[in-house]
């Protein structure tokens, strides 16, 4: 595989590392076996339902949720969960209707799927880095990598049906200090060539929408589905959120997608093999309209930054495999 700025990382998996380093991460699965949550040593943690392999929450240190999630977000596997990020695959959207996935659900399977949780990966903070960290004033440099993995032979009959190609998906969760990547690895187990399109539909939280802005997408192609208008040109730096939005960014040339609030920068999104970003906020009607958005006017505290491959569809070859994924860097 060629060297890319941003590949997702492997983490080492050693326990002489452990041996030697000072306090570890910490990964536990709910007694329901319904959820897996990693917490690193300086308080970050992560939890991911494995209905959907949806991670549902992200907070840091000092507890502070990254990611909004809807009080009426259904967390019992009985439809696609309302926030965090949902994972979108093979298809984004309402699939097209002369297409291999054209019998899928709206975002495809992968998110209202059970997924196997594989393990967990760590990267312990050594004890000298971390006595250095520490007197740095800086923070804990331990991380912690959750995989899970989905395959044709785990989906739901129907699914199975409608879109009858031998695949397999491993999906990665890294919980670093300051930051959560998301990666996929799909490959096609089949005989034949397939195509998909993959994205992370993630629910960022933010404190007040009306003082948000969007950096890093001006002059970026864009569809905005809003407006129907199939093909338009970001001419904004700083791009505000100010009603119902809902653009498909294509092709952004920079990696970096960022999220301003009140003037300070909140959220870094980088891409990696990821081409395109959509940008949804559904505002006061859509939300209302909606029976799992909670409260109402919750559409005041979230905005979708959704790194994604999905303004093409990618063919994978039989035996091929595929990678892509996204970093947020919380900056608060
Ligand atoms: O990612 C934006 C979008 O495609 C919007 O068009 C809207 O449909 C949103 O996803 C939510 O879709 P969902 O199927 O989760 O209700």
Same mark, same amino acid.
């Given at each position: 595989?060629?060297?890319?700025?941003?590949?997702?990382?492997?983490?080492?998996?050693?326990?002489?590392?452990?041996?030697?380093?000072?306090?570890?991460?910490?990964?536990?699965?709910?007694?329901?076996? *319904?959820?897996?949550?990693?917490?690193?040593?300086?308080?970050?943690?992560?939890? /991911?339902?494995?209905?959907?392999?949806? /991670?549902?929450?992200?907070?840091?240190?000092?507890?502070?949720?990254?990611?909004?999630?809807?009080?009426?977000?259904?967390?019992?596997?009985?439809?696609?969960? #309302?926030?965090?990020?949902?994972?979108?695959?093979?298809?984004?959207?309402?699939?097209?209707?002369?297409? *291999?996935?054209?019998?899928?659900?709206?975002?495809?399977?992968?998110?209202?799927?059970?997924?196997?949780?594989?393990?967990?990966?760590?990267?312990?903070?050594?004890?000298?880095?971390?006595?250095?960290?520490?007197? *740095?004033?800086?923070?804990?440099?331990?991380?912690?990598?959750?995989?899970?993995?989905?395959?044709?032979?785990?989906?739901?009959?129907?699914?199975?049906?409608?879109?009858?190609?031998?695949?397999?998906?491993?999906?990665?969760?890294?919980?670093?200090?300051?930051?959560?990547?998301?990666?996929?690895?799909? #490959?096609?187990?089949?005989?034949?060539?397939?195509?998909?399109?993959?994205?992370?539909?993630?629910?960022?939280?933010?404190?007040?929408?009306?003082?948000?802005?969007?950096?890093?997408?001006?002059?970026? !192609?864009?569809?905005?589905? /809003?407006?129907?208008?199939?093909?338009?040109?970001?001419? !904004?730096?700083?791009?505000?959120?100010?009603?119902?939005?809902? #653009?498909?960014?294509?092709?952004?040339?920079?990696?970096? !997608?960022?999220?301003?609030?009140?003037?300070?920068? #909140?959220?870094?999104?980088?891409?990696?093999?990821?081409?395109?970003?959509? /940008?949804?906020?559904?505002?006061?009607?859509?939300?209302?309209?909606?029976?799992?958005?909670?409260?109402?006017?919750?559409?005041?505290?979230?905005?979708?930054?959704?790194?994604? *491959?999905?303004?093409?569809?990618?063919?994978?070859?039989?035996?091929?495999?595929?990678?892509?994924?996204?970093?947020?860097?919380?900056?608060?």
């Amino acid at each position: 595989m060629v060297e890319r700025p941003h590949k997702p990382s492997s983490l080492p998996n050693t326990a002489a590392a452990a041996k030697s380093a000072g306090p570890q991460p910490t990964v536990d699965i709910s007694d329901d076996n *319904a959820r897996v949550t990693a917490r690193l040593p300086s308080g970050e943690s992560v939890t /991911v339902l494995l209905y959907g392999a949806t /991670v549902i929450s992200w907070k840091n240190a000092d507890g502070t949720d990254n990611l909004w999630l809807s009080e009426k977000a259904a967390l019992d596997g009985s439809k696609p969960v #309302r926030g965090g990020i949902p994972v979108v695959f093979p298809v984004f959207g309402p699939p097209p209707s002369n297409h *291999a996935t054209s019998s899928l659900p709206q975002h495809g399977f992968a998110r209202n799927s059970r997924w196997e949780y594989l393990g967990k990966s760590t990267s312990e903070a050594s004890a000298e880095s971390e006595r250095a960290s520490t007197a *740095a004033g800086g923070a804990d440099s331990s991380s912690v990598k959750l995989d899970f993995g989905l395959y044709s032979s785990n989906l739901s009959p129907e699914a199975r049906k409608a879109w009858p190609y031998d695949f397999g998906v491993v999906y990665s969760v890294t919980l670093g200090p300051g930051s959560l990547q998301t990666a996929v690895n799909v #490959r096609n187990e089949g005989d034949k060539a397939w195509e998909f399109q993959v994205l992370f539909h993630t629910y960022l939280s933010v404190k007040d929408i009306s003082k948000t802005h969007l950096t890093g997408l001006l002059g970026v !192609t864009y569809t905005d589905k /809003v407006l129907s208008v199939p093909s338009a040109t970001e001419s !904004t730096a700083s791009l505000p959120i100010t009603g119902e939005t809902d #653009r498909v960014y294509k092709a952004i040339p920079q990696s970096t !997608t960022s999220v301003v609030v009140d003037g300070a920068p #909140r959220f870094d999104v980088v891409r990696d093999n990821l081409p395109d970003t959509v /940008v949804w906020n559904p505002w006061k009607e859509k939300a209302a309209a909606m029976a799992d958005f909670a409260p109402d006017d919750g559409y005041k505290s979230m905005i979708c930054v959704e790194a994604g *491959a999905v303004a093409e569809w990618t063919k994978l070859e039989a035996g091929d495999t595929w990678e892509g994924g996204v970093t947020y860097r919380s900056l608060l």
